[in-house]
């Protein structure tokens, strides 16, 4: 079964650090790109950050470019986002989603992690 | 490349034909995908490259356009079909989603 399970979540206070994880089976992830959408309690999807399938290609949303971190290790078949400097506004689920082979869409999605950074 | 979405939200019965309208604010071809969500649940993909059937999903689902005006309809509404609905551009990063459409019970 394809599956990605994410995993890190947590409480964190304004400032603080954390990293999440993505644990992908059921296909073969060094051939495809891996993403992080996040979506705030009650609102709507946020794109956060892409990698390439080798890692050659990272973009990440404005408004975490600086503060996060998105990579990959192929041969755990793990995708990562390191989260620096994180504010309320970074409260949300986060889910991990495959890139489409084509990319040209998300097609499998984790259950999601949610993150809540408080004081 | 921003995306909006009309209406955001609506209500039908079931059987209703359903139609979702996604703008965007300039031209992306055909790379724009659907997706449904639930309460708590992950997003799901409907649709890519605009009209394309992700396997699996009923043919009650359908998703025509180009450029910058794109529909998804909902043939025959059914009870499952209850649920949030995003439109996402992959024409260029960032690949930004539109606000959400919910449809709900009448």
């Known amino acids: 079964e394809v599956q990605l399970v994410e995993s890190g979540g947590g409480l964190v206070k304004p400032g603080g650090s954390l990293r999440l994880s993505c644990a992908a089976s059921g296909f073969t992830f060094s051939s495809y790109s891996m993403n992080w959408v996040r979506q705030a309690p009650g609102k709507g999807l946020e794109w956060v950050s892409s990698i390439s399938s080798s890692s050659s290609y990272i973009y990440y949303a404005d408004s975490v470019k600086g503060r996060f971190t998105i990579s990959r290790d192929n041969a755990k078949n793990s995708l990562y986002l390191q989260m620096n400097s994180l504010r309320a506004e970074d409260t949300a689920v986060y889910y991990c989603?495959?890139?489409?082979?084509?990319?040209?869409?998300?097609?499998?999605w984790g259950q999601g992690t949610m993150v809540t950074v408080s004081s | 490349i921003q995306l909006t979405q009309s209406p955001s939200s609506l209500s039908a019965s079931v059987g209703d034909r359903v139609t979702i309208t996604c703008r965007a604010s300039q031209g992306i071809s055909s790379y724009l995908a659907w997706y449904q969500q639930k309460p708590g649940k992950a997003p799901k993909l409907l649709i890519y490259a605009a009209s394309t059937l992700q396997s699996g999903v009923p043919s009650r689902f359908s998703g025509s356009g180009s450029g910058t005006d794109f529909t998804l309809t909902i043939s025959s509404l059914q009870p499952e079909d209850f649920a949030t609905y995003y439109c996402?551009?992959?024409?260029?990063?960032?690949?930004?989603f539109g606000q959400g459409t919910k449809v709900e019970i009448k």
């Open positions: 996402q551009q992959l024409n260029s990063y960032p690949p930004t």
């Open positions: 989603a495959r890139g489409a082979r084509g990319d040209d869409a998300f097609d499998i």
